[in-house]
Every structure is written in structure tokens, then in C-alpha cells.
């Protein structure tokens, strides 16, 4: 499976971008997706995440109120619509999908199992 994201780039501060991850080669439906964050020397960071169901998120407080996780499993995408975007929010950012059973939203990176090449995201302040 490969998953790519798309959607990234430069926005000024208090903003909106949408970032989404295409998957070929394997349905997402009924798999658990989640999106994380990534600066030079620093740690990959959770951000969102997303039930097989798509009936429950969960999103760091750092995001909270601000981006809102989704998927469409006809079009086999999980999108990420970020708003109020600050500098802070400069990052790569990740989609990732978990192929286990379960029905949670998953916040550790060493739950999922495949990632997309990753997508820059720049707010200029």
C-alpha cells in the first residue's frame, strides 16, 4: 500500500489549509488513520486520529478546535483541515494507517503500521 499526502504549502499565520492522504493498493475503510507532526530534531508528534468508524476523533490539545480529522472511504482518503494555523504549526506532516482490529483512535507512533512520505507545512507568522 502507499499512502500520499497532498495539500500542503505555505500559509500566513491565522489561515487554513487541508491536507489530504490518498491510499493505492489497499481500502482504508474500516482501519484506524491517524496524522502527526514533525520538526528538524524534534520527536514525531500525534496530532489527530480517526476511528475505523469514523464515529470518534481524537486530536492533541495543541490542535484542538482548530483541525478536524475525516475520511471517505469511497474515495479511500482521510483528510486533515487545519484553521487559525500559527507558526507553531510549521511542520511535515504525516498520515498514517493502523491494519489492526480495534476500535479506538490511536495517539502512539509505534501503532501504526504504514506511513506517507510526509507533507511540509509552512505558516509564516
Known amino acids: 500500500v502507499q499512502l500520499v499526502e497532498h495539500g500542503g504549502g505555505l500559509v500566513q499565520a491565522g489561515g487554513s489549509l487541508s491536507l489530504t492522504c490518498a491510499a493505492s493498493?489497499?481500502?482504508?475503510?474500516?482501519?484506524?488513520m491517524g496524522w502527526f507532526r514533525q520538526t528538524p530534531g524534534k520527536a514525531r508528534e500525534f496530532v489527530a486520529a480517526?476511528?475505523?468508524?469514523?464515529?470518534?476523533?481524537l486530536y492533541a490539545d495543541s490542535v484542538k478546535g482548530r483541525f478536524i480529522v475525516s475520511r471517505d472511504d469511497a474515495k479511500n482518503t482521510v483528510s486533515l483541515q487545519m484553521s487559525s494555523l500559527t507558526p507553531d504549526d510549521t511542520a511535515v506532516y504525516y498520515c498514517?494507517?493502523?491494519w489492526g482490529t480495534g476500535g479506538y483512535c490511536y495517539i502512539g507512533d509505534n501503532e501504526y503500521d504504514d506511513w506517507g512520505q510526509g507533507m511540509q507545512v509552512t505558516v509564516s507568522a
Open positions: 498514517a494507517v493502523r
Open positions: 493498493g489497499h481500502p482504508l475503510g474500516h482501519y484506524a
Open positions: 480517526i476511528t475505523w468508524s469514523g464515529k470518534a476523533t
